[in-house]
């Protein structure tokens, strides 16, 4: 069977550990609340309702392409493709091709940063690598402008995050709702989380802060794999109703090791 991304990749690696999925989940979360085109998230009202099942569900989608074969990770991108181009004609707007770049975007960078900070360093070769399955979901959205190799992404992606991000009103009313849902204490291990992750541009903009108080506590984390015990830490900082979902991301090969 021909796989979307080959059972070796980098990719399958990062995206297949429901620890390093919730880094993710964490870092988008700080920059779609940044990102000029947040309206679009929106308009159709399921953003500010259920922020988490909604930052979910993106990254699902990400999921779901990465581990299938060629066939169904193809019918996949359609389906968002097409998902977005009924939100479109609703709206009796184009969502701009630069805002589906950041969403491509945010995932490689964020790819990158949650493994390196939970796991180890990649390569250049994997860094390069990660890219390109990404690069390809947006040549299959038929996205126009994109980069052509891993050192212009990086160009580019610098770009976007200077051009692309502002704090508005959508912003703090999105912080908001990340309170709401997540609770008090939740709320600041995904501040926590984000300033660890996300870009310097981000955590400027959101006032992140400088003082890193969960990295203790991730230094810890990598000492309770050693004797496979941090489920039980990772566990106790998840919303209870996203539990079994974020568990049942971890992949049968994490599972096994």
Do not use: C
Request: glycine share 4%; proline share 4%.
């Amino acid at each position: 069977m021909e796989y979307f991304v080959n059972e070796d990749s980098i990719v399958r690696r990062i995206w297949g550990k429901a620890d390093t999925i919730l880094f993710i989940f964490a870092g988008a979360a700080a920059e779609f609340a940044l990102n000029k085109a947040v309206d679009w998230l929106y308009y159709t009202g399921r953003l500010p309702a259920d922020p988490l099942a909604r930052l979910f569900s993106t990254v699902a989608y990400s999921r779901q392409i990465i581990f299938s074969d060629q066939e169904a990770a193809l019918k996949s991108i359609d389906k968002i493709n097409a998902i977005h181009k009924g939100v479109e004609a609703h709206r009796g707007a184009q969502i701009p091709d630069w805002a589906y770049r950041d969403v491509l975007f945010l995932l490689i960078d964020l790819s990158i940063r949650s493994y390196e900070l939970l796991e180890r360093k990649l390569t250049e070769a994997e860094k390069a690598e990660t890219f390109a399955v990404f690069n390809r979901v947006g040549l299959r959205m038929q996205l126009t402008g994109l980069p052509v190799d891993y050192a212009e992404y990086l160009r580019m992606r610098q770009d976007h995050l200077q051009q692309n991000l502002v704090s508005g009103e959508l912003t703090v009313d999105l912080y908001r709702q990340y309170k709401k849902h997540l609770g008090t204490a939740r709320y600041q291990i995904l501040k926590q989380a984000q300033l660890l992750v996300a870009p310097p541009q981000v955590r400027k903009l959101l006032k992140l802060g400088n003082q890193a108080w969960l990295l203790p506590i991730i230094w810890g984390y990598k000492l309770l794999k050693t004797i496979r015990a941090e489920a039980f830490l990772r566990n106790a900082l998840l919303p209870a109703e996203y539990k079994a979902q974020i568990i049942a991301m971890d992949s049968p090969y994490h599972q096994q090791k």
